[in-house]
């Protein structure tokens, strides 16, 4: 048991030695020399304060703590907090701040500081600057502000160890949590944690003092209404009976602002954000992103004043300008616009829960119906009107080469005899008309069955014809749209993209592809204000330019030039380029981001968003529906007549041979 005992001993001061350094253990143990033998004596004092603080500790995130002494560290805590398994390094305060200097804000901090309350006060107000840079993060850093002062029933009792003074730190727990509460700053989270000779919830004091000093340790929460005046407020304490809580010791944040002033940055946008004239407040707005501020408004109780901007926010001239530039600063609260988190846009503000989706589309000229001299032409492919003709010159030739055989071998012939281009022509009328005099005919069987198969082909072939001819005429031929960046790449148009805008960071990126690379060595690029302007949106109705942008950006502002009950001038591609997400954005350590997002995350899940967002994107215009029409007959939809007319083929040869053999057999009798 001893050995074992020493073992942790030997290993507790070798983690001690590391995390302050060989010199600074030296002379920490030099100072202790006297407390050789462990937490007894002076020590003993103060056992529940340590029970408390390595109790409450335990309420943290067992990740990144740091403990920092005023003055020489505690090794009795340090040996508890050891004991009980909390990871602590301890840190001095100079290196507690440069630590937080190069803090991430993502990362969860917890901070032990352990001193007199005089020291706790001025580091609460140095911390505040840390929130103010984004380097510390309000909702995952913790702190424990432990006086290591030994108040009395209302007087000090002087520490040798630490020399304090009764000037230095007020007379009791109570003004000591005032006092440093009055260095607090809005979304700081906490506990102030002391020991005094009475408790606060029964009222009852030691007497007499011989039974101990220590027997109580006062604990102060954080208040935090939604005022923004926050404080510390007596919540609890630890006795010997263990832990004995008034309120919670970690309150969650107020979702009653009691009517607090919330500054919105906002932007002029169609269907998200709109105004008219020089507008300050949401009742004077519309659009869904307005709608949806306004309903969380009212659950939220504050009074809303509207910051407007001139654009979502870009990085010129060393900072950021637009809506970004006004959260960045602290000019703003929240902005209700639909952003689409992007990676230099995160490293300033934050974005809240993502409320839906916006998928990143074309917009271009709508089809139009056209129409094309000799249009009934193009019923049949060319190849198949190449064998049509054929058809007809085979026949005519064929013919006509019978018939001088016929007559070679001494028929008499009978009727009117053409030539092989007089028969030609003869089935060719047959096919386009088929009428035919008795001029087409040869009064030879064999021609006649020839001519019979051109009649029958030509019967079918028209039908199909005339019924093509029909559906033509009643759906017409229209432009084909483009639906996808490869349609847009084969057509001779200009991608045109907005600044800072996601499709416009996703094409500057290799992991965008070979198509993403050919659209970034032709687009051209237009600010926010540009692209919602008609002097921009015209050239996109005339086809010159192919507009990709986030459907909410694109479809809003080619909405405003779309007129009721007449054809529409843009297409919304069918095929989107990439889905984005919206979120509303907010500055650093936001005073409403966890509310605005609790509320969010109740009307996504209940649909009521999405209904938002339908009433902003009805059509006005009369869409054109994209159809190409009835396609063109090839050989292989018409081959039934091709059929046809090789079996009468087949069968005109037969008759000829039969013909033929009887013909010779009767001449040489």
Not at 7 to 27: D, H, N, P, T, Y
Not at 190 to 206: D, N, P, Q, V
Not at 336 to 343: A, H, N, S, V
């Amino acid at each position: 048991m001893v050995l074992a005992a020493r073992i942790r001993l030997v290993i507790f001061a070798a983690c001690i030695e590391q995390s302050m350094g060989r010199q600074s253990f030296k002379a920490l143990v030099r100072s202790r020399a006297n407390y050789a033998s462990g937490c007894v004596n002076a020590d003993e004092k103060r056992d529940l304060l340590i029970q408390s603080v390595v109790h409450l500790a335990g309420t943290l995130l067992p990740t990144n703590l740091r403990i920092v002494f005023q003055r020489d560290p505690d090794l009795c805590l340090m040996e508890s907090l050891w004991r009980g398994n909390i990871a602590a390094q301890i840190l001095t305060e100079k290196g507690l701040w440069d630590a937080l200097k190069i803090s991430h804000y993502e990362i969860p901090t917890q901070i032990i500081l352990y001193g007199d309350a005089s020291w706790l006060a001025s580091s609460v107000g140095k911390a505040a600057s840390y929130y103010d840079s984004a380097k510390l993060n309000a909702m995952i850093t913790r702190w424990l502000w432990v006086d290591a002062t030994i108040y009395n029933g209302g007087f000090t009792n002087h520490d040798p160890l630490n020399n304090l003074t009764a000037s230095s730190v007020p007379s009791n727990f109570l003004e000591a949590m005032d006092f440093v509460s009055s260095f607090l700053q809005e979304g700081m989270r906490g506990l102030f944690i002391a020991a005094e000779g009475r408790s606060l919830l029964s009222g009852s004091s030691l007497s007499p003092p011989e039974e101990g000093l220590l027997r109580w340790v006062n604990i102060a929460a954080i208040k935090a209404p939604g005022n923004g005046l926050w404080k510390l407020e007596f919540s609890g304490s630890w006795s010997s009976l263990g832990l004995r809580i008034l309120r919670p010791l970690w309150p969650g944040v107020s979702f009653n602002l009691l009517g607090r002033t919330v500054r919105i940055s906002c932007l002029k946008k169609p269907t998200v954000f709109d105004y008219e004239g020089e507008a300050t407040h949401l009742k004077e707005t519309n659009g869904y992103g307005a709608d949806l501020a306004k309903e969380i408004q009212q659950r939220l109780n504050f009074t809303d004043i509207l910051v407007r901007s001139d654009g979502f926010g870009a990085f010129a001239d060393g900072k950021w300008n637009g809506m970004v530039g006004d959260l960045y600063e602290k000019k703003a609260d929240v902005s209700p616009t639909d952003f689409t988190p992007i990676w230099q846009r995160t490293l300033v503000i934050d974005f809240g829960l993502a409320y839906g989706t916006d998928p990143v589309v074309i917009i271009s000229k709508a089809p139009s119906v056209y129409m094309k001299p000799l249009l009934l032409l193009e019923i049949f492919t060319l190849d198949a009107w190449a064998c049509i003709v054929g058809i007809g010159l085979v026949a005519g030739v064929a013919t006509g080469a019978l018939m001088k055989i016929k007559k070679a071998l001494g028929h008499p012939s009978t009727g009117v005899v053409l030539g092989p281009l007089g028969y030609a022509a003869g089935y060719m009328s047959v096919i386009v008309s088929q009428p035919c005099n008795e001029d087409c005919w040869t009064p030879w069987i064999g021609g006649q069955v020839i001519g019979g198969c051109v009649m029958f082909f030509s019967v079918v072939l028209g039908s199909l014809y005339k019924s093509l001819v029909t559906a033509f005429l009643a759906i017409p031929f229209r432009s084909q749209p483009i639906n996808s960046l490869e349609d847009m790449l084969r057509r001779n148009v200009i991608p045109a993209i907005r600044l800072l805008s996601s499709p416009y960071s996703f094409f500057l990126t290799e992991n965008s592809g070979k198509v993403g690379e050919r659209v970034r060595n032709t687009m051209v690029t237009f600010n926010g204000i540009e692209v919602s302007e008609w002097k921009f949106l015209k050239k996109v109705a005339d086809g010159t330019y192919a507009w990709i942008d986030t459907a909410s950006s694109a479809i809003g502002s080619s909405n405003q030039f779309e007129a009721i009950g007449k054809p529409c001038l843009y297409h919304v591609a069918n095929n989107p380029v990439r889905i984005d997400l919206d979120a509303f954005a907010y500055p650093k350590n936001s005073i409403v981001k966890y509310q605005f997002d609790e509320i969010m995350k109740w009307l996504r899940n209940y649909g009521i968003i999405e209904k938002m967002k339908k009433t902003y994107y009805s059509i006005n215009c009369i869409t054109v529906k994209a159809s190409d029409g009835p396609q063109v007959i090839n050989i292989a939809q018409a081959q039934a007549a091709f059929y046809i007319l090789g079996i009468g083929f087949i069968l005109a040869g037969f008759v000829l041979l039969v013909e033929g053999l009887v013909f010779l057999w009767t001449k040489k009798k």
